[in-house]
């Protein structure tokens, strides 16, 4: 693995690479778009991702469904984005009154005789998702062509699957913008080299001596298991497209993303959960407060890295404490050589044509 090159500096600053992978990379995989705590039977939620719309329900007796947030007839949309579920019996919307049921059905069209060709209800069904629950998240994919859902968490489920399933309560979340693309954010939080020497009194002090490091890997999924302060193991796991999950020994959570914005922009999602009776406010606070520091810490050091990236830059050789970044780098070529962009065009017109 250490053979192989960092990615070159060109993914990461260039427009066209940025639409593919909002366009075509994020296909390929599966998307938290809400934790389960944010939405119960009987009501829909609102969420936007990557730009797009789009509408949760969970409709009686049945498991939580995703839809586009858009009306059938002429694609407005049905609701506003919200934080959280609301108690609805039925979709209207707004422009025409079409009428749908929570599981995309429409059951009724406003003057529905007076369409001048035969009017079909079962035609002008809301176009649905794959939609999924796993561990404390409510999961979403654009293409049925997705990498399965257990193969993207294999080594949680593997690893940490007992935390995963038990901590049902999301307590906090905190979004922010940086200013860096997506890559250089998410190579950093698998860049186990800087640890110790950027965060000595943050992060470094919860994974402990670089000494007591342990790698693991699966085909999708990395993992750096240290041994904790307070017993156990304190886990972090690397997984596609742009996440990470830190998992403490008490069963505690925390679920990063780096989603892209723009080529030197992303924004950093960070959901922390916990067992419903886990944590009270004032230490849930106290955690957000702790992480949101080291993660301060790094934003300096990534915005500085996009703007290298930036200045021509090529990256020097790899280190052994960074094999995580080049597990997940390898996914990626994976994914650019499926799509004929070879790592060796640089060129503007190579990377551009696949824009169309």
């Keep these: 693995m250490l053979s192989l090159p960092f990615l070159p500096a060109s993914l990461y600053c260039d427009e066209a690479m940025h639409h ?25 939620l609102e969420v936007s991702l990557l730009d797009q719309s789009l509408l949760l329900t969970w409709p009686a007796d049945a498991q939580p469904r995703a839809f586009r947030n858009r009306c059938p007839h002429r694609g407005v949309a049905f609701r506003a984005e919200s934080s959280s579920g609301k108690p609805c ?43 999924r629950i796993d561990g404390p998240l409510i999961w ?17 489920h593997a690893e940490a699957s007992d935390s995963w399933n038990a901590a049902g309560q999301q307590l906090r979340v905190s979004q922010q913008n940086l200013a860096c693309n ?25 994974q402990g001596p670089v000494r007591d490091y342990v790698h693991r890997f699966s085909q999708y999924n990395n993992l750096l298991e240290t041994p904790h302060s307070d017993g156990g193991r304190f886990l972090t796991f690397g997984l596609p497209p742009w996440s990470h999950l830190l998992v403490w020994p008490d ?3 925390a679920f990063l993303e780096f989603l892209p914005n723009q080529p030197d922009h992303c924004t950093m999602r960070l959901r922390l959960f916990a067992a ?12 957000l407060q702790q992480l949101l520091t080291f993660l301060e810490e790094d934003r300096a050091l990534v915005e500085s890295a996009q703007r290298g ?11 052994r404490l960074e094999q ?29 044509a696949f824009r169309r």
Excluded at 143 to 153: C, Y
Excluded at 192 to 202: E, G, R
Excluded at 276 to 287: E, K, P
């Design 309 to 319: 990236y930036s200045e021509d830059f090529q990256p020097g050789p790899p280190h």
């Design 89 to 131: 019996r039925r979709l209207v919307c707004p422009y025409h009154g079409w009428t749908y049921n929570l599981r995309g059905e429409l059951q009724a069209a406003a003057r529905e005789s007076e369409f001048e060709e035969g009017f079909d209800r079962k035609r002008w069904g809301m176009l649905e998702l794959a939609c």
């Design 20 to 44: 593919w992978d909002a366009h075509s990379y994020a296909t390929h995989y599966w998307h938290p778009v809400a934790a389960t705590s944010d939405l119960h039977p009987g009501e829909v």
């Design 276 to 287: 419903a009776d886990g944590r009270d406010a004032a230490s849930a606070d106290t955690w």
């Design 324 to 352: 995580r970044i080049l597990h997940w780098q390898g996914l990626y070529r994976e994914r650019l050589r499926a799509d004929g962009i070879s790592r060796f065009e640089r060129s503007q017109d190579a990377i551009s």
């Design 182 to 206: 997506w890559k250089i954010a998410h190579d950093n939080t698998l860049d186990d080299y800087h640890v110790a020497i950027a965060h000595p009194t943050t992060l470094h002090r919860e």
């Design 251 to 253: 069963g505690r959570l």
């Design 140 to 156: 979403i994919a654009f293409s049925d062509q997705a990498l399965p859902l257990e193969n993207q968490l294999q080594l949680i």
